[in-house]
């Protein structure tokens, strides 16, 4: 079930009236748990199995941790829940990349093997709740919570449907406390969470999708476009995956709010960063610390220096990248974003700030040192992601390359020129967008922009009203899917 | 509670009578729509007499049958051509004509082959459903779960949208776009053929594919199960049933051919109607369609209704 979708709002009306009809905790969670499986099964019914393995096997693992302290049986439980997920996530989401890769190597050395390639359907989401489920047992492995002994919980904490498909990546020690006590409704919450899901949906569906207009066609047959084309193509791609992703995020949490549950922050307005070490703590928040946590620290990255932190950053970055799909692109997309990372972080000149801090100063016009950053960290972020939505080396080759020579083409410029122009599906989107970022900029000390509590209530439905019209009229067009469904 | 759900129940009745008002005040169905031809389909196919010829199929039907033709091959039947979108699926297809058949009438099926292989593969945007119950509302009683899925995911959002636009240009005094030749109303002749694109300019298909994909025999069996139970119905009203295959263009032929000689050995096994002719005998050059491989151009509708005047007329000997 879509987000975007009318259905979505009437599941979603249906399940918040049943759900605060009920006082009960346990019957609350039965509803979220029902209604999660509802919504995950309206993509294909026959995903919910793996749903339920996942939950069945990490929570028989999380009582069998908790009923050992020999360190030989817990290695044990922990092993079969790793293997179990990254098996089932393996499977599904790089049978297919492994056996062309295996062909491919053996070809290489003269040797022709058929292997086999299966019709695989990635199971939307997997890549998600699998990570979900994994970080409970390593958490209860670790000693940082105890197991849960409430099958329901557990069941509620892996599927809860406002972030099962696309995160944000909670965390057991942050949501699981809140499906086990008492839910009371506050209003304050539930309005807030109606204007994360505005501002989400607008993110969605008047910037991302508008957006996806100028990206896709370029893309699609980058034969036919110049250098300057690619480049706009590209940061708008930039935009469009943020406002998707993120428009994603605000929607869950704004319906995490609704039912009284808080879900973590996944952006902190990422393209304001100056360096690409802070990108990476503002841009999919519960991700990047995700592999902080259980693959950089164990490296060793945050207690050594050197070589060995760099050799840290490197793997975690590269395995992101390859998190993101089954594809030598994502991996290098990954590779060369640590390159990135790695000098700031053996630096460390400077604290790091943090992710609840507003991004580039507090001032409404920045310093011309603040601004070079912002642009030079976004123009880097950019590039990269030519790698990200290029689906060969080859295509993202000839983009660089048309990039890199048409610098000093003024007939390249002027093409470019006349595709802005030339029609309302081009220059529209990047008005949309204009008008977007001056918003998210004055806006970007709060937690989403349409956090206006010095607006008049007149005043304010009065803009709702505003998007809602925008998403409306937006929406009317052939949607697109959120990309992140495809990892 | 009650304060949030007053707030949020007036601003939601806000919005609904601003967009919902306006709609309610201009909205007009637009008379020139290709989906209103339903409205004369339906209208001659109740006041034509039997024994009438009634053809079934999806747009393809609409396009590729030449009725006056057929009228004077067989003089004794009155053609009705019912063809209109391959979207609506077969069940509905036969189910809108199966109460309107009396005896004597010959009902000749010429499906598109998406419809055999998954009745509801065809299932498009919503607002085509939400569109088709302005012209025919009855059509609600003949939808199925995927259409009622795809109505509410973006249908009825898409749809509002499109006639808030209408409402909004007949506010102003406007005229609201009505489609354009051949995909109007005013394309169809008396008998329910397109004839519009017959004086156009072909389009090259071939950047559009045909129908080639992988399939499964058990989704064809179920289609043939609801040609047999339409036709069982039919025999006892005492009209006869006719299945033909739907054109199919000669350069996609050899890709495609496994998959529908397959679909046509399960249709003459299962089927309990005659199957008038074979599979490559509705395949035409590229350059005999008009627009997309289920549309033929005048050349292509004339090969093409010539082929079932002489399978009809063996069939019905």
Redesign the interface.
């Known amino acids: 079930m879509?987000f975007?979708?009318?259905?979505f709002l009437?599941f979603l009306t249906l399940v918040f009236a049943v759900y605060?009809a009920i006082r009960r905790r346990r019957g609350q969670n039965l509803v979220l748990l029902v209604a999660s499986y509802v919504f995950y099964s309206w993509w294909d019914w026959r995903f919910c199995g793996l749903l339920l393995i996942s939950s069945l096997v990490d929570y028989g693992v999380g009582l069998g941790l908790g009923r050992t302290r020999a360190t030989r049986a817990r290695r044990l439980w922990l092993i079969l829940s790793l293997v179990v997920n990254l098996v089932m996530l393996g499977f599904f989401k790089y049978f297919n990349f492994f056996a062309e890769n295996f062909q491919q190597l053996l070809a290489s050395f003269g040797l022709t093997v058929n292997t086999v390639t299966l019709r695989i359907v990635l199971p939307v989401g997997i890549s998600f709740y699998t990570f979900q489920t994994l970080s409970y047992t390593i958490d209860v492995y670790r000693g940082r919570i105890k197991p849960t002994k409430s099958l329901l919980d557990y069941g509620t904490f892996v599927s809860f449907f406002p972030q099962l498909v696309a995160g944000p990546i909670e965390r057991a020690p942050r949501l699981l406390p809140q499906f086990q006590s008492p839910r009371r409704?506050d209003?304050v919450e539930?309005?807030e969470g109606?204007r994360f899901i505005l501002w989400g949906c607008f993110k969605k569906v008047v910037i991302a999708d508008s957006l996806a207009t100028i990206v896709d066609p370029i893309y699609g047959s980058p034969e036919g476009a110049v250098g300057p084309q690619f480049l706009l193509a590209t940061m708008c791609f930039a935009f469009q995956i943020y406002c998707d992703f993120s428009g994603y995020s605000d929607i869950a949490i704004g319906t995490g709010r609704l039912f009284g549950i808080r879900l973590v922050r996944n952006f902190a307005y990422p393209l304001f960063s100056q360096s690409p070490a802070e990108f990476w703590r503002r841009w999919h928040i519960s991700l990047t610390t995700w592999f902080r946590d259980y693959v950089y620290i164990p490296l060793g990255g945050s207690r050594k220096s050197g070589a060995r932190r760099a050799a840290a950053i490197i793997a975690t970055f590269t395995l992101c990248g390859f998190w993101h799909g089954a594809s030598w692109t994502f991996v290098v997309w990954g590779f060369v974003n640590a390159l990135a990372v790695v000098p700031a972080t053996l630096r460390l000149r400077r604290p790091r700030a943090r992710v609840t801090e507003r991004p580039a100063g507090s001032r409404l016009f920045p310093g011309p040192g603040v601004l070079l950053r912002v642009v030079a960290t976004f123009s880097w972020v950019s590039l990269t992601l030519v790698l990200f939505r290029s689906p060969t080396f080859a295509q993202a080759g000839h983009i660089f390359a048309a990039m890199a020579g048409a610098m000093f083409d003024p007939e390249t410029w002027a093409v470019t020129a006349r595709y802005v122009l030339g029609g309302h599906e081009v220059y529209q989107p990047l008005y949309y967008l204009g008008v977007f970022i001056f918003v998210e900029w004055v806006q970007r000390g709060r937690m989403h922009a349409l956090q206006l509590p010095r607006w008049p209530r007149p005043a304010r439905?009065l803009l709702?009203?505003l998007l809602?019209w925008m998403i409306?009229?937006e929406?009317?067009?052939?949607?697109n899917d959120f990309i992140y469904f495809q990892f | 509670?009650r304060?949030?759900l007053r707030?949020?129940f007036l601003?939601t009745a806000?919005?609904v009578a601003?967009?919902g008002g306006l709609i309610a005040a201009f909205y007009r169905p637009l008379p020139n729509h290709y989906l209103a031809a339903t409205i004369d389909k339906h209208k001659r196919l109740e006041s034509t007499k039997p024994p009438r010829m009634i053809f079934v199929g999806g747009s393809g039907v609409a396009f590729g049958i030449h009725s006056p033709a057929i009228a004077d091959a067989f003089p004794a039947y009155r053609p009705v051509n019912m063809g209109l979108h391959g979207s609506l699926h077969l069940e509905y297809m036969l189910a809108e004509v199966e109460p309107k058949v009396r005896t004597g009438d010959v009902v000749v099926t010429v499906l598109e082959y998406p419809l055999l292989v998954d009745q509801h593969s065809q299932v498009v945007?919503g607002d085509f459903y939400a569109e088709l119950l302005v012209y025919r509302p009855d059509a609600i009683g003949h939808y199925r779960w995927p259409h009622f899925?795809a109505l509410?995911?973006?249908g009825?959002?898409?749809f509002s949208?499109?006639a808030?636009t209408i409402s909004l240009r007949i506010m102003r005094g406007k005229n609201p776009d009505q489609g354009h030749a051949p995909y109007t109303r005013d394309s169809f002749n008396a008998f329910g053929d397109v004839v519009a694109h017959l004086e156009m300019e072909p389009l090259d298909i071939r950047a559009r594919p045909a129908f080639g994909g992988a399939t499964s025999r058990a989704e064809v069996e179920e289609a043939v199960e609801t040609i047999n139970e339409f036709a069982r119905v039919c025999r006892r009203r005492g009209a006869t049933v006719l299945l033909g295959w739907g054109p199919y263009p000669e350069e996609q032929f050899r890709q495609a051919q496994t998959a529908l000689r397959m679909i046509e050995s399960v249709a003459r096994e299962k089927l309990t109607i005659p199957v008038l002719y074979r599979v490559e005998d509705s395949v035409y050059p590229t350059d005999c369609f008009f627009d997309t491989a289920y549309h033929l151009n005048r050349r292509g509708g004339a090969l093409h209704t010539a082929r079932l005047i002489e399978a009809i007329r063996a069939a019905l000997r």
């Open positions: 879509n975007i979708s009318t259905t009437v605060w409704f209003a539930a309005r109606c439905w709702y009203s809602i409306f009229k929406g009317a067009t052939p949607g | 509670m304060p949030f707030d949020v601003f806000i919005q601003v967009y945007d899925k509410l995911e973006r009825l959002w898409r949208h499109r808030f």
